[in-house]
């Protein structure tokens, strides 16, 4: 017997109803604040992900599913705003759109140990706003995410935020990471040690105890920053304490990736565990110069669904709640029913039948697991009538309604 790829998972129609739910939602906030989606390939090359993300990166170096075919590498998305900086390049975005706002629904894929809530193929609901620099997009990007979370009805989320600056500003925090830690090198776990050299800041999202000990004993100020990131950043926050956006200015909030410059945030939940993260963003100003565009000012967000899912706890049972059931007893009764089926149908009216031979008892049984409100029932009685019983499950009332009259009665 076959069995699922290790990290991977089946989404069964129970649960797909609350994905497609979040999707519904999702699209709806995004269209609140004009954002469109896009949907760029599952496949890149894999030099776009070594050039975005840093070759230092743990993703470049461990997690990315790469195929090799002849001379060419190319590698399954693990991240979507490389994808959609290219396709921005690619299709002249700038040029004949100007300032764009993208968001994207889809899967990603990164080769790590699977665990809760952290899967192989993963994921992610994001977005993207590409050609400003202006921090009031800062404050509604960050406004945006608080938005979706509450729509989600998740609660008991923090919202941390932090600025690495330019790129200027992030070299200097970098060299004073790697001045600061150097005399902590023996409290290191041997992956940070390595990182000390190549990339200083994924040391301060490292998950090890010790390693969190020495990140917190750090003394990091934001006098890295210039003048100019420093105002940013202060609008910034002016900002999200107009819109009374609760959030915690966190010195040790960095994200690992190279493209990050300037505002960054996480979003975290209390009944995660210490894997809290259900969302991260920031901006990424330099990524469209250095992958071939024009500069031009970008941020962007995404959260993990099936992090989504776990921080709302909730069983959501939404399936059938406008379905309409049929219940056909006897041969004419079937040849009847395709007929009431493909009117309902034609009327937008969700509905199905008992293809499994079950008696009236089982059918109603059927119904009430599939949570339909109202069954209808036709017999031969009803056809020599022209009749058929409508029953509402709920309050297990039930009456006779003439078959031409069932949209009208429904509705």
Known sequence: MFKKVSGTKDILPEEAIIWQRLEEISRNTFALYNFREIRPPLIEEAALFNRSLGESTEIVQKQMFLIHNKDEAYALRPEGTAPIVRAYIENNLNKT?????LYYIGPMFRLERPQKGRLRQFHHIGCEAIGSPDPALDVEIIALADNLLRNFSIAGYTIKINSLGCSPDKKKLVD??????KA??????????????NNPLRILDCKNDACQEVALGLSISESYLCPGCQEHFNKVRAGLDFLKINY???PQLVRGLDYYTGTVFEIAQKDLGSQDAIGAGGRYNNLVQELGGEEAGAIGFAFGVERLLL???????????????????GEPAKLEGLKVLDELRKNGVPCDTNYEDKSLKGALRKANNLNSRLVLIIG?????????????????????IRLKDIIKEIK
């Open 176 to 181: 004073s990471l790697r001045k600061g830690l």
């Open 311 to 329: 921080a709302q706890n909730k069983n959501i049972n939404i399936q059938g709640k406008n379905l309409v059931y049929l219940i056909t007893l």
């Open 97 to 101: 759109n100007g300032f764009v706002k």
């Open 248 to 250: 915690t200015v966190n």
């Open 184 to 197: 902590k090198l023996e409290k290191l776990c041997p992956e940070c040690v390595n990182r000390l050299e």
């Open 380 to 400: 031969d009685n009803e056809i020599e009538k022209g009749m058929v019983t409508l029953k509402d499950m709920r309050s297990g009332e039930q009456k006779e």
